[in-house]
């Protein structure tokens, strides 16, 4: 399954009182890159009026990230159903170090009917093609 | 002047790494006491395409909110003028303790014309009006 | 099993570009819930260098939060382990609609010796004790 | 006087309801770029105990910040005082379009005797000097 790697910049908001990075903030990290990886779909599928929803989100803790780590999230498509797929995520520091894996479960949401529609034919393709992201 | 006071529930991941609440937060807790204020004009506004935007903002610390500590926005009007006013706040414990005193000068948007423009009526009466709020 | 309630403010900034509350904010919520609850024996935890660390958490959303929407968090113990224990989530508006439900898996983590630790007695009383909290 | 630039990465978590990027986290990309600048000299001055505070902050906006929209940010030194200096940033997009322009006056202070000291003479040089930084 082809994967998409994007590093992320840690701010120092992202600290919290323990001096590691908050356990929250795997989760903005995780859509930052999502919204990377997505961005052009994305907004073609906004202005088709389908919103691509988390109806999921889910990320099991390895080790904290501290002041000065790197961290790269590491994206792959691990399934793809009627209406709805799963991303999987691996926080991690690029040498070795895992800080983190996670999945989320996105659902193609029609937002004027305001019930979820099957994947759109060109997301479809995205998610199968191992070359087009 | 009128004051308009209301508490701020402070969130753990307010703190930073000195254990502190971070200095950012304090805007965050203005703009959350500021939409409390004017929630109804606010909407009101938009409804008609006039936004309430942020032109400046300014704050001068006191003493760190820690752990704990009860905070209170006490907003008062410290200007009117065509298109904008400014308004004053105070971060404080309500028994004396003062984190900080900052302020915000806003300004009516038209968002069709990209244009200030000057101040509603309605918005412009209940500034004036010590009653009203 | 015991279940303890307390709302959240939303704060404006908790909004994202669609209107809704944010997805990772819910996180936040919970965090905030949590550290509510257990804030008593957490600090007396953490004068004995023992840690309470999420090692996992898991979100299923149900409904967006709306600007005005009340948000109450409930929260129950849904497994208690050796050295690890389950916390469960509601989040609702406390009159029937259910924005999501969630859990964490808590583990204590002796901070100097760098490794779980049993649950201390008397957090395990706390835990199971229904009317102790 | 030396300027000192780097670029701030926009999540998608910064942007608010109405699609720009929110007033607040311009703040957030103040102090991201000044830990940046600042993170050798202020890890030493922590070891001496002597913390660097913001006593002050200001922002004037001009342009908002939309999704897409690069954002650097320029810092400068603007005033050096016997305990306390004051940085000066710019938010922009290196070509040409300005966001805001910012301040924020920064205070040594030593954390045991809980009150303002000298600047040290390692961070004066460094204020001090075009080319060390």
């Given at each position: 399954m082809r994967e998409y790697t994007t590093s992320i910049e840690?701010?120092?908001?992202d600290?919290?009182?323990?001096g590691h990075v908050n356990g929250v903030a795997y989760f903005t990290f995780m859509e930052t890159a999502r919204v990377k990886l997505f961005s052009a779909p994305f907004r073609e599928l906004t202005r088709q009026g389908v919103f691509l929803v988390v109806a999921r989100a889910e990320c099991s803790y390895a080790q904290?990230?501290?002041p000065g780590d790197s961290?790269?999230?590491t994206i792959s498509v691990s399934r793809i159903g009627g209406s709805s797929f799963e991303l999987s995520y691996r926080l991690h520091d690029g040498a070795g170090k895992e800080?983190?894996?996670a999945?989320?479960?996105?659902v193609c949401f029609d937002n004027t009917a305001k019930r979820p529609v099957p994947i759109p034919e060109q997301l479809s393709q995205l998610l199968h093609d191992e070359d087009s992201v």
């Open positions: 840690v701010r120092f908001a600290l919290d009182l323990y904290p990230i501290l961290v790269l999230v800080y983190a894996v999945s989320t479960t996105m």
